[in-house]
């Protein structure tokens, strides 16, 4: 039948209903995290309360004052697809979301210092949306693809800093990681013209996994000279549990027609069939190694940075075999990383101007991703406007644009095979509130 032209694509859809692959490994830890771009820097007037705990801990030792910090911000993602040159639907999405509260407390101590920190905050978003639709090849019956991701990964950290030399710090800080993303995949055929026995197809995968698990951090900061700064930072690889859950609907109306048949009027047949699955496994991320200069000029800093990300070291953990061979999982999806992952190379530079009560600060940030060696795959930039009161009340503004690129490419039953190129788009529009006690 016609309208089976593209099952081959949709059976490997229900790939995750049986087995686990490399990609289902790197997915809670890819592409950039939270903290924001002008907020990576290794200045320490630069620093705001999420980039120490989830950038470099070191930075804590610069807070004079023990504050307490909330912002929220409303995201829209979007995804314009593009085929032979052509743009097509470009869906869109928005909402009103929580991104951290922070709490920052200098102990007193003789000398030196000495800061403890803690924070609830989202560091990674899985936000992403696109869809795609054509007619088949002969111009019979129209075809349409949507992909969708929703959720996020948040951390629940602790860090401390403290001063080991009169111009070097040290900071560490371990966080508990929760999570969850919620996908899904649409495929559906519909019988504009009328011309085959059904009226319309619909295949659908829902894949959500949760995840929960730990992280550490090192941190250093040594001030060179007084304008210039030296800042290291490791994270090692985390572990993340992940309980996943699947389900494949296929739905198919078809068209009965008895018309030429006495006292028989047109029936409708449909043809339902769901499959589901459930599995747990651990998954240990990427060991990350940060570097960054800081210039310091009053009132402007400034800083650049880089981050190294070994995805050779990220690994599945669990008691789950092959389908096909029969074999653990863990030594495949080893050489499958092996095969297809890269390393990642993240760069970002930060500005600020800082003339209290007024702070503006720019940043820019771009890396490859894993799967895709070059440099600008994914790109962000940063704007932000501080203003502190002398009450001790401050509100700061931010405005976060971060692009990538994936693609809704698919081979035909008939052996076509079509390119399709999504240029993602992600925005936050950042409010928060920061009360120094």
Do not use: C
Not at 12 to 31: E, K, S, T
Not at 165 to 184: D, H, K, P, W
Not at 214 to 225: P, Q
């Amino acid at each position: 039948m016609k309208s089976r032209i593209l099952m081959i694509t949709l059976l490997l859809w229900a790939g995750n209903l049986v087995a686990q692959n490399y990609l289902d490994v790197i997915r809670p830890f890819q592409g950039m995290d939270g903290k924001a771009g002008a907020e990576s820097g290794m200045v320490p007037a630069a620093m705001v309360e999420s980039n120490a705990l989830l950038g470099n801990p070191a930075l804590l030792s610069y807070s004079e004052k023990a504050y307490l910090a909330f912002d929220i911000s409303i995201d829209q993602v979007a995804g314009t697809s593009v085929f032979n040159s052509t743009i097509w639907e470009k869906p869109q999405e928005q909402g009103l979301n929580f991104n951290s509260l922070t709490y920052i407390y200098p102990v007193h101590v003789y000398r030196g210092a000495w800061v403890w920190g803690v924070s609830l905050q989202s560091v990674k978003s899985f936000s992403s949306i696109s869809e795609f639709g054509d007619f088949d090849p002969d111009d019979d019956f129209y075809y349409q693809y949507h992909n969708q991701e929703t959720g996020a990964l948040s951390a629940l950290t602790v860090g401390s800093s403290f001063l080991v030399t009169m111009n070097t710090s040290l900071g560490f800080a371990v966080n508990y990681l929760r999570g969850e993303n919620s996908m899904i995949k649409v495929y559906q055929e519909t019988d504009p013209h009328d011309i085959y026995t059904f009226d319309r197809f619909v295949d659908s995968l829902h894949f959500t996994p949760q995840y929960s698990g730990f992280g550490a951090r090192f941190g250093l900061l040594s001030e060179l000279t007084e304008t210039l700064n030296l800042g290291i930072s490791v994270e090692f690889p985390s572990r993340i549990s992940v309980s996943e859950s699947s389900g494949r609907d296929s739905i198919e109306w078809l068209d009965w027609d008895t018309s030429g048949m006495p006292y028989y009027p047109l029936k409708k047949i449909i043809i339902a069939h769901e499959t589901f699955s459930a599995l747990e496994y651990t998954v240990w991320g990427p060991w990350r190694l940060g570097l960054g200069l800081g210039f310091v000029a009053a009132p402007l800093e400034a800083s650049v940075n880089y981050r190294f990300h070994t995805y050779r070291t990220t690994a599945l953990k669990g008691d789950i075999l092959d389908p096909l061979s029969g074999n653990n999982l863990e030594a495949i999806i080893d050489e499958q990383i092996s095969d297809n992952i890269q390393n990642v190379h993240e760069f970002s530079a930060s500005l600020l101007w800082s003339l209290h009560p007024l702070e503006l600060s720019f940043a820019a940030s771009f890396m490859n991703d894993p799967l895709n060696y070059h440099l600008d795959n994914i790109v962000r930039m940063d704007l932000g406007v501080g203003y502190q009161l002398r009450s001790g009340l401050g509100f700061t503004w931010a405005l976060r644009n971060e692009q990538w690129q994936s693609d809704l490419n698919h081979t035909l039953g008939s052996g076509v095979k079509r390119t399709v190129e999504v240029e993602n788009n992600f925005s936050k529009l950042q409010f928060g509130i920061k009360y120094i006690l």
